[in-house]
């Protein structure tokens, strides 16, 4: 073998080194952010009213997208304007109706599956905790 072919060895070897280098923060980011596709749903608790919300999360290309869904507001699918998600929480704003909800995302023993989002609803002034199951619609 003559020293051309292991200099174009050693070159090919570099590129894919630099290649997989440079790609791994693509596949960390993946990883690091949970599958919360589909409808969460669970019910606020005001004084001696209960009132049920759903949140529908789905992909618009790249961004996470929701939707707000509460039959006793007489809101069917509201689309929040900003949707935050880690490892650990969840955001959503919806600022036509003043509401925040932030939630603590609580996973399996194996930690593959998100079960359950233990939050906080804020709207104007008030403050509600909340706890989110999946669902698959939500209920009316």
Same mark, same amino acid.
């Given at each position: 073998?003559?020293?051309?072919?292991?200099?174009?060895?050693?070159?090919?070897?570099?590129?894919?080194?630099?290649?997989?280098?440079?790609?791994?923060?693509?596949?960390?980011?993946?990883?690091?952010?949970?599958?919360?596709?589909?409808?969460?749903?669970?019910?606020?608790?005001?004084?001696?009213?209960?009132?049920?919300?759903?949140?529908?999360?789905?992909? %618009? +290309?790249?961004?996470?997208? #929701?939707?707000?869904? &509460?039959?006793?507001?007489? /809101?069917? $699918?509201?689309?929040?304007?900003?949707?935050?998600?880690?490892?650990?929480?969840?955001?959503?704003?919806?600022?036509?109706?003043?509401?925040?909800? %932030? +939630?603590?995302?609580?996973? #399996?023993?194996?930690? &593959?599956?998100?079960?359950? /989002?233990? $939050?906080?609803?804020?709207?104007?002034?008030?403050?509600?905790?909340?706890?989110?199951?999946?669902?698959?619609?939500?209920?009316?």
């Amino acid at each position: 073998m003559t020293a051309r072919w292991h200099t174009m060895r050693a070159m090919q070897r570099l590129r894919i080194f630099i290649l997989s280098f440079l790609l791994l923060p693509l596949c960390v980011l993946a990883a690091d952010e949970p599958v919360l596709l589909g409808t969460w749903e669970g019910t606020l608790v005001m004084g001696r009213e209960d009132m049920t919300l759903a949140f529908t999360f789905a992909r %618009n +290309g790249e961004a996470l997208t #929701a939707a707000f869904t &509460s039959s006793a507001m007489g /809101i069917f $699918g509201m689309p929040a304007d900003t949707v935050r998600v880690d490892a650990k929480r969840v955001i959503v704003r919806i600022a036509r109706l003043d509401m925040e909800f %932030n +939630g603590s995302l609580r996973y #399996a023993d194996d930690g &593959s599956t998100v079960l359950r /989002i233990d $939050g906080d609803y804020f709207q104007q002034s008030e403050m509600v905790p909340i706890v989110l199951l999946p669902v698959d619609a939500p209920g009316l």
